[in-house]
């Protein structure tokens, strides 16, 4: 029970500091406005950390998994509300933003995994226990490079 009090405190602080750090930036740099309605849903994100490093603890998978799908639910109709009650969460330049950041992302990830590929090609002959490491990485840029060759192909048609 102990245990348990002194974690939310913990979570209790580390929301309240982390609230109070976004205000403080958001008077700073202006959007005050947009920040604060954002406030909310970083707030949920904390606590869906909470709960699921809590169930991963207890080794509940199904709390786990049901914190993931209940978060995303409430902070999805969360945005749907803000949007309806007219605040504008995108524009064309978040858009064109969050595009260039994915592609970004996408290419250090299918690198850095391509180096991981090479490293643990030449170090699973010397240690074998890497083999399933290597094949992991192998499989994951191969379904990480099939998957953006298909969503290019099917977006050059529909756009």
Same mark, same amino acid.
């Given at each position: 029970?102990?245990?348990?009090?002194?974690?939310? !405190?913990?979570?209790? +602080?580390?929301?309240?500091?982390?609230?109070?750090?976004?205000?403080? +930036?958001?008077?700073?740099?202006?959007?005050?406005?947009?920040?604060?309605?954002?406030?909310?849903?970083?707030?949920?994100?904390?606590?869906?950390?909470? #709960?699921?490093?809590?169930?991963?603890?207890?080794?509940? +998978?199904?709390?786990?998994?049901?914190? !993931?799908?209940?978060?995303? +639910?409430?902070?999805?109709?969360?945005?749907?509300?803000?949007?309806?009650?007219?605040?504008?969460?995108?524009?064309? /330049?978040?858009?064109?933003?969050?595009? #260039?950041?994915?592609?970004?992302?996408?290419?250090?990830?299918? #690198?850095? !995994?391509?180096?991981?590929?090479?490293?643990?090609?030449?170090?699973?002959?010397?240690?074998?226990?890497?083999?399933?490491?290597?094949?992991?990485?192998?499989? !994951?840029?191969?379904?990480?490079?099939?998957?953006?060759?298909?969503?290019?192909?099917?977006?050059? /048609?529909?756009?």
């Amino acid at each position: 029970m102990n245990e348990l009090i002194v974690n939310f !405190l913990i979570w209790a +602080l580390i929301v309240v500091s982390l609230t109070s750090i976004w205000l403080y +930036l958001s008077k700073k740099f202006g959007d005050e406005e947009k920040k604060k309605a954002l406030i909310p849903a970083v707030i949920v994100i904390l606590t869906m950390g909470y #709960i699921m490093g809590w169930a991963v603890s207890k080794e509940n +998978l199904a709390t786990a998994f049901a914190t !993931l799908i209940v978060g995303a +639910l409430i902070i999805q109709l969360y945005y749907s509300s803000l949007r309806r009650k007219g605040y504008v969460l995108e524009d064309e /330049r978040t858009l064109r933003i969050e595009e #260039i950041s994915a592609r970004r992302t996408l290419q250090v990830f299918i #690198i850095t !995994l391509a180096f991981i590929v090479i490293y643990l090609s030449v170090a699973q002959q010397r240690n074998p226990a890497l083999r399933d490491a290597f094949i992991l990485a192998e499989v !994951l840029l191969a379904a990480v490079m099939l998957l953006h060759m298909a969503f290019r192909a099917y977006y050059s /048609r529909v756009m």
